[in-house]
């Protein structure tokens, strides 16, 4: 049986915290976005959206209703998570980890 090389072993443990990374990133941000909106209509379904399906949920909101937070550093944040997320994911299926 081979030993995994050093490549193989941090696309693994990026591909396993990055998920993590992300929802401790991006739930505090909507959620704390979502307490500023005076708008009462839907915070009690974006709230639990956030909450049940975190990633989803939080990258929706942070792209969909948030007012608080610049366009510049939504866009950056959400989707340079998911893009992080997806070359790990392929870069993973590469090397067959």
Excluded: C, R
Excluded at 68 to 82: D, L, M, T
């Amino acid at each position: 049986m081979e030993n995994p090389g050093m490549l193989s072993l941090l696309v693994s443990f990026y591909g396993y915290f990055i998920p993590f990374i992300l929802m401790s990133v991006w739930i505090p941000l909507s959620l704390i976005d979502l307490l500023k909106n005076e708008e009462l209509s839907g915070k009690i379904g974006w709230t639990f959206a956030i909450i049940l399906i975190p990633l989803f949920g939080a990258a929706a909101y942070l792209l969909l209703k948030s007012k608080h937070i610049q366009s510049q550093i939504k866009n950056a944040v959400v989707y340079g998570g998911f893009g992080i997320l997806v070359f790990i994911f392929i870069l993973s299926n590469v090397l067959k980890v």
